[in-house]
């Protein structure tokens, strides 16, 4: 659905904010689910403020945008080494 969102707008952005409201779910959720398609997620500029109607900085700082960079960069996935059992002892 994240990747959906992107492709309503033809700048490829998304306020978060206002769709995690939509959903119910927490904004930094929302962060982790566009950054796993390779977002970047920022904070608004002045031009993103004006651009989406945001006038006090105290609503600004809970907005937050998601936007679609070219290349993508997808996050490194945590993986878990094990150790070897080492052979030859009976």
Do not use: W
């Not at 006038?55 to 997808?74: D, T």
């Amino acid at each position: 659905m994240a990747a959906l969102t992107l492709l309503i707008d033809a700048n490829f952005e998304v306020d978060i904010y206002d769709l995690g409201d939509d959903l119910h779910l927490h904004p930094k959720t929302m962060a982790n689910y566009y950054q796993e398609i390779g977002c970047r997620v920022s904070t608004l500029t002045e031009r993103d403020r004006a651009r989406y109607g945001i006038q006090s900085k105290v609503e600004a700082a809970q907005h937050r945008i998601a936007r679609l960079r070219v290349p993508l960069v997808f996050p490194k996935s945590k993986s878990v080494s094990y150790r070897r059992k080492k052979a030859g002892t009976r």
